[in-house]
């Protein structure tokens, strides 16, 4: 079975600096890795995926993430934090090939908080 | 719609009543899957539908929880005699079938708030 872990639930960091948030994924197929955000009160974005062509995946709002299989990695960073970045971000893993029934049920991590410092 | 909308936004319900969700999905989108976001749980998958038939609902968490589609578009969610552990924000996301081997990802609603006092 696949999963997913985060590290850091919460994660503060200053307007401008780097946003680095932490996904490490266990599966024993190629998976497909997803980022999604969730600001207050709303659903989730979906911000960038991975579906085994580039490793080096660009999503909305100027944040990217490297697909690593040595390290089983998938790190969203973006290169200076904006105070409209404060969310709760989730990565989540969907493996193999997709059955008939077409189903892309994912499996998520608990979610780091971001807060953003003026 | 333009995106995927969950009615009501807020429940508020005693417990051993029931309860029904709605999900309308994205026209188009053929399929559609129920999560439940709860503290403590994160996001947990609930059940899958593919048109009108639900071929994988091994996320359904005991028989008083059920779900529907119908026209291949509106989704329903009933808890029966609810539960204090079934307080949760349920979201509804749907998404056009993706080909064997891709993924397209998901559009989520807001979610339903779902509260059992």
């Given at each position: 079975?696949?999963?997913v872990?985060?590290?850091g639930?919460?994660v503060?960091?200053s307007?401008?600096?780097?946003?680095?948030?932490?996904?490490?994924?266990?599966?024993?197929?190629?998976?497909?890795?997803?980022?999604?955000?969730q600001?207050?009160?709303?659903?989730?974005?979906?911000?960038?995926?991975?579906?085994?062509?580039?490793?080096?995946?660009?999503?909305?709002?100027?944040?990217?993430?490297?697909?690593?299989k040595?390290?089983?990695s998938?790190?969203?960073?973006?290169?200076?934090?904006h105070m409209?970045?404060?969310a709760?971000?989730?990565?989540a893993?969907?493996?193999?090939?997709?059955?008939?029934?077409?189903?892309?049920?994912?499996?998520f991590g608990?979610?780091?908080?971001?807060?953003?410092?003026? | 719609?333009?995106?995927?909308s969950?009615?009501?936004?807020?429940?508020?319900?005693?417990?051993?009543?029931d309860?029904?969700l709605?999900?309308?999905?994205?026209?188009?989108?053929?399929?559609?899957?129920?999560?439940?976001?709860?503290?403590g749980?994160?996001?947990e998958?609930l059940?899958?539908?593919?048109?009108?038939?639900?071929?994988?609902?091994s996320?359904?968490?005991?028989?008083?929880?059920?779900?529907?589609?119908?026209?291949?578009?509106?989704?329903?969610?009933?808890?029966?005699r609810?539960?204090?552990?079934?307080?949760?924000v349920?979201?509804?996301?749907?998404?056009?079938l993706?080909?064997?081997?891709d993924?397209?990802?998901?559009?989520?609603?807001?979610?339903?708030?779902?509260?059992v006092?």
């Amino acid at each position: 079975a696949q999963s997913v872990t985060q590290l850091g639930s919460h994660v503060s960091v200053s307007e401008g600096a780097l946003v680095l948030l932490r996904c490490n994924y266990s599966s024993s197929v190629p998976p497909y890795l997803f980022w999604y955000v969730q600001y207050p009160n709303q659903g989730l974005q979906l911000l960038l995926k991975y579906t085994s062509a580039a490793t080096l995946v660009k999503g909305i709002n100027g944040f990217e993430a490297e697909f690593k299989k040595s390290e089983t990695s998938f790190h969203l960073t973006k290169p200076s934090a904006h105070m409209s970045d404060a969310a709760e971000y989730f990565c989540a893993v969907s493996v193999g090939p997709l059955n008939n029934f077409g189903n892309e049920k994912l499996t998520f991590g608990t979610g780091t908080r971001l807060t953003i410092i003026p | 719609g333009a995106g995927v909308s969950q009615s009501p936004s807020n429940k508020v319900t005693e417990k051993g009543k029931d309860v029904e969700l709605r999900c309308d999905p994205i026209s188009g989108h053929t399929a559609l899957y129920w999560y439940r976001q709860s503290l403590g749980q994160g996001l947990e998958f609930l059940i899958y539908f593919q048109g009108n038939s639900a071929p994988d609902k091994s996320g359904l968490p005991s028989d008083r929880f059920s779900a529907e589609r119908t026209g291949g578009s509106v989704s329903t969610l009933t808890i029966q005699r609810t539960q204090q552990e079934d307080s949760a924000v349920y979201l509804c996301a749907s998404s056009l079938l993706s080909r064997r081997t891709d993924r397209s990802g998901y559009t989520f609603g807001s979610g339903t708030r779902l509260t059992v006092v």
